[in-house]
């Protein structure tokens, strides 16, 4: 939501929290590398998965299970991915794809091996099925402050959108 589709929203008692950027890039024929293998999150990772998640965000975005199984269900299409580093899960990503765009719904990396790929693998392999499926473009959002996945998307020719997105959080008057 931009700051000016929020009004009617602050005027009910919203106010903004967090700006976040939104990228895109076009999903071309050429098939991006994947270094490492990537494989499918099943349900038996989801605590590995959510861990992870809570040492890569603050508290405002941690996904719990809930939050994990919505964001699954955000697009009429979405894959769960894992990426591993000696036997554990190290980050994971959910794509999704509603018509030709495709959304990088979340994509978290463990702290402690950061920096090693596992972010850019994860992004190649969704950018790949995204492309098998026919999707042209993938967008993706993240916090103004996430210097490090602004690095990893813009790296990865991702282009910020002009306008960005507002989340509001409910004040309690």
């Known amino acids: 939501m931009t700051l000016l589709d929020s009004q009617p929203f602050l005027q009910a008692g919203f106010a903004p929290h967090e700006q976040l950027f939104l990228l895109s890039r076009p999903i071309s024929s050429a098939t991006p590398e994947v270094r490492r293998p ?14 992870i998640d809570q040492r890569a965000f603050e508290p ?41 765009r495709g959304y990088l719904q979340r994509l978290a990396v463990d702290p402690d091996v950061a920096g090693s790929g596992h972010g850019t693998d994860l992004v190649h392999d969704s950018i790949h099925w995204l492309q098998r499926r026919g999707a042209t473009s993938i967008l993706v ?10 690095a990893l998307y813009e790296r990865l020719g ?9 989340v509001l959080r409910w004040e309690d008057r």
């Open 141 to 150: 959002n993240t916090q103004e402050k996430n210097t490090r996945a602004l």
């Open 158 to 166: 991702f282009v910020r959108h002009d306008q960005g997105l507002t």
């Open 60 to 100: 405002f975005w941690q996904f719990d299970r809930l939050t994990l199984t919505e964001a699954r269900r955000a697009t009429p299409v979405s894959r769960f991915r894992i990426s591993r580093e000696n036997g554990r899960v190290a980050g994971y990503a959910v794509t999704g794809r509603a018509g030709p």
């Open 38 to 51: 990537i494989s499918t999150g099943r349900p038996w990772h989801r605590r590995e998965v959510l861990a």
